[in-house]
C-alpha cells in the first residue's frame, strides 16, 4: 500500500465552501477574510487552497469573477500556494457561468489558476437529521450530467487547465476513466476522494474498504487525497497520511469545534502534527507542483520572502 510514500505530504486547505460561518468568526465570505486564512494555511503547511466566492456581507454562494480575482492576486501577491477555486456549487446553471472565473485570468501568466474541480456526477444533497431521523429537504441535487462534464472538460482541455477529478464513489471514479479514454480528461490528473459526515449520506463513510476501493481505481502514477464534507477527515486523514495519499481540510468541511474554533491555519497544523507523528514530510507548494507535475511557478513568492 506504500507505492507513493515517498512522496511528501500535500495538504489542501478548504477554507469555506458553501458552509454558514455558525459563531466561528475565522470561516471567511468576504475577498480579505478568504486571502486571510488562505496564508494562515501556507504558514502552517497546506500547499493547495480550496475555495468558493461568497457574497461579503451575507456569505451567500457568488460566482462574480471580480470576487475571483481579488483572492487570486491577494494569494498570489503574498505565498506561492497552489491556486484551486471552485467552479461554483449553483445547480442548474450554464458551463459558461462555472468557468467565467477560470477564463478570466487564464492568460495572466501569474494570475492563471493552477487546477480547477471536476466532480464526476450528480448527488442528491439533502442534509440528514439523526435526531429528527428526516431529511431536512427532500429535493437538492447537485446536477453535474455527463453532458456538463463533456463541455466543462472540452473547456479545459483547450486551455490546458489542469483539472482535480473529485470522486463522491467508485462509480464516479470510472465515468472520469471513460472521460480519459475519450481524451477529455488528462491521464494526470490529481484524485479527490469525497467522504462524507453522518448529516450528509452523498459519499463514502471513513472506513478503511472504503478507502481501499477508492484506491483500487487509481493508476500507478497518479496521486489522491482524502477529504470529509460535514464530516471529520481526521481518521481517514491518518489512513491516507500512512498509504500514500494526501489530505484536504478546512472549515468549509466542517467546523472541528473539538478544537474551540479554529482558523483555517490551525486545522492545517493538525494535520501537519499527524503527518509529523506518522513520519511523514508536508510538501511545500513548490514540491506539490512536481509530485503533481505541473510546471513550476517560479516568478510567485516563497515562505523565507513572504515572511519579510
Ligand atoms: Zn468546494
Not at 465570505?29 to 456581507?57: L, M, N, Q, T, Y
Not at 480547477?116 to 453535474?144: I, K, R
Request: proline content about 6%; glycine content about 6%.
Amino acid at each position: 500500500m506504500a507505492k507513493h510514500s515517498e512522496h511528501p505530504l500535500i495538504i489542501e486547505c478548504r477554507c469555506n465552501e458553501i458552509t454558514p460561518r455558525g459563531d466561528n468568526p475565522a470561516l471567511p465570505h468576504s475577498p480579505k477574510e478568504i486571502i486571510r486564512e488562505a496564508v494562515r494555511a501556507w504558514e502552517a503547511g497546506a500547499s493547495i487552497f480550496h475555495w468558493h466566492g461568497r457574497d461579503p456581507e451575507t456569505g451567500k454562494p457568488r460566482n462574480d469573477v471580480e470576487l475571483y480575482l481579488e483572492v487570486i492576486e491577494g494569494i498570489r501577491a503574498q505565498t506561492d500556494l497552489l491556486i484551486h477555486p471552485t467552479l461554483g456549487y449553483i445547480t442548474q446553471n450554464q458551463v459558461e457561468d462555472r468557468v467565467r472565473h477560470i477564463l478570466a485570468v487564464n492568460d495572466d501568466p501569474v494570475l492563471r489558476v493552477d487546477m480547477v474541480p471536476v466532480d464526476f456526477g450528480s448527488l442528491n444533497v439533502d442534509f440528514w437529521d439523526p435526531q429528527m431521523g428526516q431529511f431536512t429537504t427532500y429535493d437538492q441535487v447537485y446536477v453535474n450530467t455527463r453532458n456538463d462534464l463533456k463541455a466543462v472538460l472540452e473547456v479545459f482541455k483547450r486551455h490546458e487547465i489542469y483539472v482535480a477529478s473529485i470522486c463522491w464513489d467508485v462509480g464516479q471514479m470510472r465515468t472520469a476513466h471513460c472521460f480519459q479514454e475519450m481524451g477529455l480528461l488528462p491521464r494526470n490528473t490529481f484524485w479527490e476522494f469525497v467522504f462524507t459526515g453522518e448529516v450528509m449520506p452523498a459519499g463514502a463513510t471513513s472506513t478503511i474498504p472504503a478507502l481501499q476501493a477508492f484506491v483500487a481505481e487509481v493508476p500507478d502514477d497518479n496521486q489522491w487525497l482524502v477529504l470529509c464534507w460535514n464530516g471529520d477527515v481526521m481518521r481517514v486523514a491518518s489512513w491516507a497520511i500512512t498509504m500514500g495519499g494526501h489530505v484536504g481540510i478546512g472549515l468549509g468541511d466542517h467546523h472541528y469545534s473539538r478544537f474551540g474554533k479554529p482558523h483555517n491555519g490551525e486545522l492545517v497544523e493538525k494535520v501537519v502534527q499527524l503527518a509529523n507523528m506518522l513520519g511523514r514530510e508536508v510538501a511545500t507548494p513548490a514540491q506539490a507542483r512536481e509530485i503533481l507535475k505541473m510546471p513550476s511557478r517560479a516568478q510567485l513568492p516563497t515562505k523565507a520572502v513572504a515572511v519579510v
